[in-house]
T-cell receptor, first 115, second 113 residues
Framework: GAVVSQHPSRVICKSGTSVKIECRSL??????MFWYRQFPKQSLMLMAT?????????EQGVEKDKFLINHASLTLSTLTVTSAHPEDSSFYIC???????????FGEGSRLTVL | KQEVTQIPAALSVPEGENLVLNCSFT??????LQWFRQDPGKGLTSLLL?????REQTSGRLNASLDKSSGRSTLYIAASQPGDSATYLC????????????FGPGTRLSVLP
């Protein structure tokens, strides 16, 4: 299957700092990527849909200014958690859909811990 | 609004057993359905993708079926192994060519050696 790479896998930061997470589709072009947040022992919560060359579409309740998403190319989307606080600590996962039948592929996830 | 449920929430079986995981969705107008597995602290690995026009897909010891009219999909795992222990999630893509998948809560599977 297609490969989606996510970096970093783990990040620890101080409260008030900003953290950027990258999501890359390594062997296919993805016009659309998705960002999810997952709390312990819960399923994925869609945060936003990232479209190459246009603004991201955020789900209800997700702060656009808090979670900045940029999809600058067909293989890269970034999520920046701005002015992070301890409640932003979570597991963030990106995914990308390949063309054709639209199979969804996921990155390995990024564990964010805000002290 | 599409809702996806999975039963059971958790399952523990001895090695070698055949087992069935269930996924139900409320709106039968879907584009496709995908099964994933997630290991603790990891991302999701795609297992099987079933298009709305298909009734089943097979990959190795895995077989997934789809009954759109009843809003159900099952994932059959044959001859389970300890390495199959993981959380299994199903996700439905709406039939209006919507971008977003709707995920079920998952089934936590433990295969005991």
């Amino acid at each position: 299957g297609a490969v989606v790479s996510q970096h970093p896998s783990r990040v620890i930061c101080k409260s008030g700092t900003s953290v950027k997470i990258e999501c890359r589709s390594l062997d296919f072009q993805a016009t659309t990527m998705f960002w999810y947040r997952q709390f312990p022992k819960q399923s994925l919560m869609l945060m936003a849909t990232s479209n190459e060359g246009s603004k991201a579409t955020y789900e209800q309740g997700v702060e656009k200014d808090k979670f900045l998403i940029n999809h600058a190319s067909l293989t890269l989307s970034t999520l920046t958690v701005t002015s992070a606080h301890p409640e932003d600590s979570s597991f963030y996962i990106c995914s990308a859909r390949s063309g054709g039948d639209g199979e969804l592929f996921f990155g390995e996830g990024s564990r964010l811990t805000v002290l | 609004k599409q809702e996806v449920t999975q039963i059971p929430a958790a399952l523990s079986v001895p090695e070698g057993e055949n087992l069935v995981l269930n996924c139900s969705f409320t709106d039968s107008a879907i584009y496709n359905l995908q099964w994933f597995r997630q290991d603790p602290g990891k991302g999701l690995t795609s297992l099987l993708l079933i298009q709305s026009s298909q009734r089943e897909q097979t990959s190795g010891r895995l077989n997934a079926s789809l009954d759109k009219s009843s809003g159900r999909s099952t994932l059959y795992i044959a001859a389970s192994q300890p390495g199959d222990s993981a959380t299994y999630l199903c996700a439905v893509r709406p039939g209006n060519y919507g971008q977003n998948f709707v995920f079920g809560p998952g089934t936590r599977l433990s295969v005991l050696p």
